[in-house]
Nanobody
Framework: QVQLVESGGGLVQAGGSLRVSCAGS????????VAWFRQAPGKERDFVAA????????TYADSVKGRFTISRDNGKSTVYLQMNSLKAEDTAVYFC???????????????????WGQGTQVTVSS
């Protein structure tokens, strides 16, 4: 059972940057694709970005392309989401999720991810 812990959320002004991290508990973390999702109050949990188990394949939601970058360090069992040029509409609770997967292109569907963290709040003030 992979346990995931997010960190790095906080309050930032519009146009600023923030990096959130997702630390995994298992030494098999490197066999898992990892994704970030976000959920604003009263809204669905939406896909943000995902990375395959090696880090060689990534995919992004259109709303964050060119602004956010997902990366991973399997030696540290950690996935990062670097968020630049933040907008007020990026305000949400950010969740990381993991699934055992060998595919090159990671899934964007929250229903396919088995393990979830507790979330970290990101607030962008305008």
């Amino acid at each position: 059972q992979v346990q995931l812990v997010e960190s790095g959320g906080g309050l930032v002004q519009a146009g600023g940057s923030l990096r959130v991290s997702c630390a995994g508990s298992e030494r098999t973390f490197g066999n898992h694709a990892v994704a970030w999702f976000r959920q604003a109050p009263g809204k669905e949990r939406d896909f943000v970005a995902a990375i395959n188990r090696s880090g060689g394949g990534t995919t992004y939601a259109d709303s964050v392309k060119g602004r956010f970058t997902i990366s991973r360090d399997n030696g540290k069992s950690t996935v990062y989401l670097q968020m630049n040029s933040l907008k007020a509409e990026d305000t949400a609770v950010y969740f990381c999720a993991a699934r055992w997967s060998a595919t090159y292109t990671p899934s964007t569907s929250r229903h396919e991810y088995e393990h979830w963290g507790q979330g970290t709040q990101v607030t962008v003030s305008s």
